[in-house]
């Protein structure tokens, strides 16, 4: 690397075919991706059991259900900031650290508000491990397999929903009480945690963040040895990174608001009915019994989740990164529209649980990844990690809403009425995502020069520039 010219290292990425070169980035992304889908969606069974060890009413409910994603939110602002200041591998160990730390007290927590402090901890570990995550496979894939690649990472979160209801049955069975059973659910949330800082300290930092640094170096350098060269260069204006460059930026905030504004929505929709789904089955089928309901959960996940992520894995490239979105968005609208609209359906436990298993598929097979993915690609490596962190906590926070509100709207609204709401959203999403590129296939550089961010003569992935101030 320190010998190799940046736009050779960029391009070697860009043209070189699928590899083990990719497979190593992959396992190791996608191990951290897992760790944190486990421990996001195992709060939708561990609330379930919590609910009847202490019993918790409907607002202590959602607040343990909501409090990870509101701290999800703000570790993902904070650590892509800070990936995109220190470089990638050194904010991975962090975040590493806070979610084994955090895990193993949450399994131990002796008091509800203790747990829901702990719980906000795994939140900003799972929230900065987001965006890092997403750019490292971004940055290490090619261009023709760069969809397929970060997919692949996105798809562990089909694990971490279906270990957390497969472990909880064998507990259950097993006649183990409810008590064990929902503190080793949560410990359980440190192992994947632990391989991650075990596998991230064999992986180098990201080659396009170094070649990235070290273009910067060598300007900087030219600069201090030539005065009146850096005279011209302030002219002409300053490479901004970071904050700075996205709120200078009018196309980047633009970009910002699609993909930020998209998973806001998607989030809103996915995780207020994911981690709700124990209730959905109890307000559909209420004399269901708690095995009864983590199986029927189960059951959704493997039947028309996992299906779904392994289509995006082998189409996303194919389709079109955008175009998929647009796609998943509009069938989610259909269905959700259809339960809330078609009198009948929420009493109906079979057709219910085939519309609302579709809605899932096409959620996975669309947004749910490719919200994911758009962020890593359509921002300039000097900001990449930033707009994604800002895109994901937007995207928890739109989570956090919708858990915490949906055991309340159904109550004044019904199922049928929450998920009509939930329909609309996913209507709006769609509308938000013809603001975006198509990315699909194309040079990350060129993605970034095609949207007039960088000026003639710069380099197109060093990142946006900021106009010279002006003196007097």
């Not at 508000?113 to 971004?138: C, D, E, H, K």
């Not at 194919?318 to 009948?344: D, K, N, S, W």
């Not at 928890?396 to 329909?423: C, M, N, Y």
Request: charged content about 15%.
């Amino acid at each position: 690397m320190t010998a190799a010219d940046p736009a050779d290292v960029i391009g070697s990425l860009d043209d070189a075919p699928l590899g083990r070169s990719h497979l190593r980035p992959a396992v190791v992304a996608g191990m951290g991706f897992f760790a944190d889908a486990y421990d996001l969606f195992v709060i939708g069974v561990v609330s379930t059991l919590v609910k009847q060890d202490w019993h918790l009413d409907a607002a202590r409910l959602a607040m343990l259900n909501a409090t990870m994603l509101g701290a999800a939110f703000l570790g993902a602002l904070l650590f892509g900031w800070l990936a995109d200041r220190v470089g990638r591998k050194r904010v991975y160990w962090l975040v590493a650290a806070i979610m084994v730390t955090a895990a193993v007290c949450s399994a131990l927590a002796p008091t509800f508000w203790a747990l829901i402090v702990f719980r906000f901890l795994l939140g900003l570990g799972v929230g900065g491990n987001y965006p890092i995550s997403a750019v490292l496979m971004t940055e290490y894939a090619n261009r023709q397999d760069r969809g397929r690649l970060v997919s692949l990472v996105f798809s562990t979160q089909a694990l971490g929903l279906i270990v957390g209801p497969l472990i909880a049955l064998a507990f259950l069975g097993a006649g183990t009480s409810t008590d064990v059973t929902w503190r080793m659910l949560l410990g359980i949330g440190a192992v994947p945690a632990v391989a991650m800082v075990f596998l991230r300290d064999k992986l180098p930092e990201s080659p396009r963040y170094e070649a990235h640094a070290r273009a910067r170096r060598q300007a900087q350098a030219r600069a201090q040895a030539q005065p009146q060269a850096r005279s011209r260069s302030h002219r002409r204006g300053q490479p901004a990174e970071g904050l700075r460059a996205l709120l200078a930026s009018r196309r980047l905030l633009i970009l910002l608001a699609g993909t930020a504004g998209c998973w806001f929505l998607l989030d809103y929709a996915y995780y207020g009915n994911t981690i709700s789904t124990p209730l959905i089955i109890g307000l559909i089928s209420p004399h269901s019994s708690t095995m009864t309901t983590v199986a029927i959960q189960l059951a959704i996940f493997t039947v028309a989740a996992l299906p779904g992520y392994a289509l995006a894995i082998a189409r996303i490239d194919r389709v079109g990164h955008r175009r998929l979105q647009l796609i998943g968005f509009a069938v989610m609208a259909v269905c959700f529209g259809t339960i809330g609209l078609v009198p009948g359906m929420t009493a109906a436990v079979a057709p219910f649980l085939v519309v609302y298993g579709i809605s899932y598929f096409f959620s996975e097979f669309g947004p749910n990844v490719t919200t994911f993915v758009l962020p890593g690609e359509v921002f300039p490596v000097s900001v990449r990690a930033t707009g994604h962190g800002i895109s994901a906590g937007i995207g928890k926070f739109g989570a956090f809403i919708g858990v915490f509100l949906f055991p309340l709207l159904q109550t004044t609204l019904g199922l049928r009425g929450t998920l009509l709401l939930t329909g609309g959203v996913a209507v709006l999403g769609g509308l938000l995502t013809l603001v975006l590129p198509e990315p699909a296939g194309r040079r990350l550089d060129d993605v970034s020069a095609g949207l007039g961010l960088v000026p003639h003569g710069v380099p197109a992935d060093a990142g946006p520039v900021l106009p010279a101030p002006v003196t007097p």
